[in-house]
């Protein structure tokens, strides 16, 4: 609305320029100029005043994903989700959505360069991005600019710095969701580790035994350990050898020395690593548990949605592994009767997997808040819209009226215990 307002202040601070008298002349010069001024208003495009990424025919949004690399199952599958949800829409009016995708290789840097291309770009809102580290590290580059991050595709639970609203349940939630079902199957509390890699995604499961201990007595001198553990900083920090935690390093899947420093858990506290929640990726997940089986160990075993589905069970089996592992994910079964998940079926085909499904929901929540939107459509408007109430998604609730977290669904499945 910058140039409009400017415009009126103009219009009005030119009227006092001249002397309405009995001076003929000045009356029609003055006459004249504002004729002029009011003529120039009307002409002025409406979509000076529209928010960027906003045209009266679309809506440019943008998301970071990882499409080449190491992980690019992940970003292919967000990105097919996200472009099903949204081919042949529209909202507000008829205005088309335009998604842009960049690469990033899941790496932080290269998410700010491809995040920077996107905003001189113009877009209204980044949607679906991949990636804990890489969200921590756009996110004041998207605050900066005040641009909404919807939907990211983290369990981190980030709250901060700008608008976010995360779609998915916390990855302290999955491993606390897996820790409890574990003590109902006999592990003690005391007898739950974690390894994770050693990160703000790692970081997570550790809040996640956290947060099962604390409603336990007796694990105080464990919860200590693992709050000395979150508390260090930087880029890799040494955080094993300290607590009931193994860490690995974010892009390997050597699995030595977390594994060492369970097992000095074991020897300088007296319990014993009964039940392992991993908050690793695939490959890394699957290593460690290898590596321990190979050292007979006899833990159970339990993985979050970002090192789940199909792709986990084959690397396991390639490596003997075949029960006691608990897989936890934050979409429901590909298999549910759901509405949503029966479109998202019909429009992925053969490439539907849980990450394309969370794509698709990702999507489908975008077009929902877009559409309730009263009135003109900018982003103080669409986040109005998001937090004013729930939204049903053809089965998954979504509800920001109470917080930037919309769904705390959460599926355990698992491959056999016994």
Known sequence: MKA?????????????????????????????????????????????????????????????????????IYGEAIHKGMAAALANQSVQGGRHIELSVLNDFYNPPRTVEAAQQLIDRGIFLMLGSFGSPTTHAVLPLLAEHQIPALGFTTGAGFTEPGDILNFRASYAQEVATAIELGLELGI????????????????SGVLGLKS???????????????????????????????GPVGVYQRDTVSARDGYLSLKKWEETSGYRCQFVATTAVYDSAATFMAYARYKNETWMFSSPSPAGGDRLTELLEAHGITGRVIVTQIVPALDSELPVVAEARAALGPEMDEYALEGYLVGRLFLAIARAVDGPLTRESFLRAARRQPYNLGGIEVDYTSGQQGSNFVLLTHLPLF
């Open 188 to 203: 003690k509390p005391t007898d739950v580790c974690v390894y994770v890699q050693n990160d703000a995604y790692g970081m």
């Open 4 to 72: 409009v307002r400017s415009l009126k202040e103009s219009l009005l601070m030119c009227i006092p320029c001249y002397s309405f008298d009995d001076n003929p002349r000045v009356v029609k010069t003055a006459s004249a100029t504002l004729g002029l001024l009011l003529g120039l208003f009307f002409l002025v495009p409406w979509s000076w005043a529209q928010e960027a990424g906003i045209t009266d025919a679309s809506i440019h949004i943008g998301s970071t994903l990882p499409l080449e690399g190491d992980f690019r």
């Open 212 to 242: 099962v201990l604390v409603k336990h007595p007796g694990t105080e001198e464990i919860v200590a350990r693992l709050e000395q553990i979150l508390s260090l900083t930087g880029d890799n920090p040494n955080r094993n050898h300290i």
